[in-house]
Every structure is written in C-alpha cells, then in structure tokens.
Nanobody, 124 residues
Framework: QVQLVESGGGSVQAGGSLRLSCAAS????????MGWHRQAPGKEREGVAV???????RYADSVKDRFTISQDNAKNTLYLQMNSLKAEDTAIYYC??????????????????WGQGTQVTVYS
C-alpha cells in the first residue's frame, strides 16, 4: 500500500504560480513512477506530468514549458511547480503512484494509487 497526501493548492491570478507537494508513505520502494493528474468539472481526468524513479519525465502538451515536475527521494515527496497559470488549468489536481507497472506514461489508467486531490483555481 502507498499513501499519498497532496498540499499547496489554492487560488491564483492568471499568470501567477503555485507549487504543489505530495507526501508519499508506505511501500514507496515499490513505486515505479509518480505523477500529477487533474480533473476539471465535467471533464475526464487527464495526466499532467509524470516522473519515474530515476528522473525521466513526461508532460502533457498543454503544460510543457510552464509546469515542472520534480521529486525528493530522501523525503518521499513529489512536487509540481506551475508557472504562467491559465484559467484552463483550473481543476482538482491529484498525485498518483504507479506500483508494479514498469512503463512511464501520463495516462491516468497506469496509476493505481491516488491522493485525495487539491483544488487549483486560476482566475482572470
């Protein structure tokens, strides 16, 4: 079992920045990759950015050059630095872990452990 707890969401004006954090606990040694996903009202959950245990990353095209995913393995913490935020980035952001599936993908279906989510609201 892997437990994930997100923090750092909030409201920010368009063009601003936010940093999300995700603290992982439990069987973190078994995690192949971790990622950030989001779900806006009325839309399906979508992958935003993912990173594997050695630091390889993948990003959704919509956030490339604006968002940066990183991890601190010593602290078992995942981060998402979000810059140049847009109104369309408004969503609930979820941290997720992939245990036992050895491929790096932004697809939410690959991830089998999820946090409770944190709201990000971007207003203009």
């Amino acid at each position: 079992q892997v437990q994930l707890v997100e923090s750092g969401g909030g409201s920010v004006q368009a063009g601003g920045s936010l940093r999300l954090s995700c603290a992982a606990s439990g069987y973190t040694f078994a995690v192949y990759a971790m990622g950030w996903h989001r779900q806006a009202p009325g839309k399906e959950r979508e992958g935003v950015a993912v990173i594997d245990s050695v630091g390889n990353t993948r990003y959704a095209d919509s956030v490339k050059d604006r968002f940066t995913i990183s991890q601190d393995n010593a602290k078992n913490t995942l981060y998402l630095q979000m810059n140049s935020l847009k109104a369309e980035d408004t969503a609930i952001y979820y941290c997720a872990a992939n245990v036992g599936r050895p491929w790096l993908s932004v697809a939410p279906s690959v991830y089998n452990y999820w946090g409770q989510g944190t709201q990000v609201t971007v207003y203009s």
